[in-house]
């Protein structure tokens, strides 16, 4: 297995586990994380944002597959399972992330998943009707960067 290879699974492993300082030793201290959620983490925003979810978690479990690297870039498809605290609902939510590499850290973390499918899943009905707009996207995403800027300023 590649040694890229191994440091996804490391931060997999350790997402199972919720160890949030294993996954951030993953990371190069300049990363950039995004996602439909949190659209532009860098540094230790995205080591913050796994401690945040980590501590959070409700119900968690987590499975992932198909890591693939080389010396450059890499991809792992995961699920997580867990409860949504605001409303209490179910969400299995299917991502596929890549990454990019740089002297043995990740440096750039992508996720992609549909944000919609998670609304409906998350919010529901609110989620169902209005998940796929701009304004349900841009709204979400500000809840979530709110919410990280309190973990934050609690954790320092």
């Known amino acids: 297995m590649h040694a890229n290879a191994q440091l996804i699974q490391t931060f997999y492993q350790a997402f199972q586990k919720l160890d949030a300082e294993t996954m951030a030793s993953c990371y190069a201290s300049d ?15 995205a080591s913050d944002m796994w401690r945040m979810l980590s501590t959070k978690a409700q119900n968690f479990s987590l499975v992932f597959d198909g890591i693939e690297a080389d010396d450059r870039q890499g991809k792992a498809h995961w699920v997580a399972t867990y409860t949504f605290s605001q409303t209490g609902n179910t969400v ?15 440096v750039r973390h992508i996720d992609r998943f549909d944000l919609w499918k998670w609304a409906r899943q998350a919010l ?4 169902l009707l209005l998940g796929w707009t701009p304004v349900v996207r841009n709204a979400v995403q500000a809840q979530a960067a709110k919410g990280l800027a309190i973990f934050r300023t609690q954790s320092a």
Request: proline letters at 6%; hydrophobic letters at 40%; zero cysteines.
């Open 92 to 106: 299995v939510n299917d991502i596929h992330a890549s990454f990019e590499f740089r002297d043995g850290k990740i």
């Open 31 to 45: 990363v950039l994380f995004t996602d439909p959620v949190f659209p532009a983490l860098r540094g230790r925003e």
């Open 124 to 127: 529901g009905l609110k989620g």
